[in-house]
């Protein structure tokens, strides 16, 4: 069973920094790509940023880079997103989500390419 517990959201400026880390499985952290997904209320979940299984490919959706910065420690089971220049819009629950279906190279930004996803944490960003 996988597991990811999310951290590290909270209530901040327009223009602060948010670093959000997940605590995965063992498991996942040597075999799956992982990705950061979000929720804004009355909306869908989109991806925010994902990495490849080694950590050596990452890809962001538009609306976060050059803001956010995903990385991971395969060697504590951790996967972080470093968010800068927070806006209001980023306003949203962020899960983290492990993608055990592929081999862990390729980035999917699909929700359903995830199966495994965490309970989410809040990021408020206020003007």
């Known amino acids: 069973q996988v597991q990811a517990v999310e951290s590290g959201g909270g209530l901040v400026q327009a223009g602060d920094s948010l670093r959000l880390s997940c605590e995965v499985s063992?498991?996942?952290?040597?075999?799956?790509?992982m990705a950061w997904f979000r929720q804004a209320p009355g909306q869908g979940r989109d991806f925010v940023a994902g990495?490849?299984?080694?950590?050596?490919?990452?890809y962001y959706a538009n609306a976060v880079r050059g803001r956010f910065t995903i990385s991971r420690d395969n060697a504590k089971n951790t996967v972080t997103l470093q968010m800068n220049s927070l806006k209001p819009e980023d306003t949203a629950v962020y899960y983290c989500a492990a993608d055990v279906l592929s081999d862990g190279t390729e980035i999917n930004i699909g929700v359903r390419d995830y199966v495994y996803w965490g309970e989410g944490t809040q990021v408020t960003v206020a003007s």
């Open positions: 990495i490849s299984r080694s950590g050596t490919r990452t």
């Open positions: 063992a498991h996942a952290s040597k075999t799956a790509a």
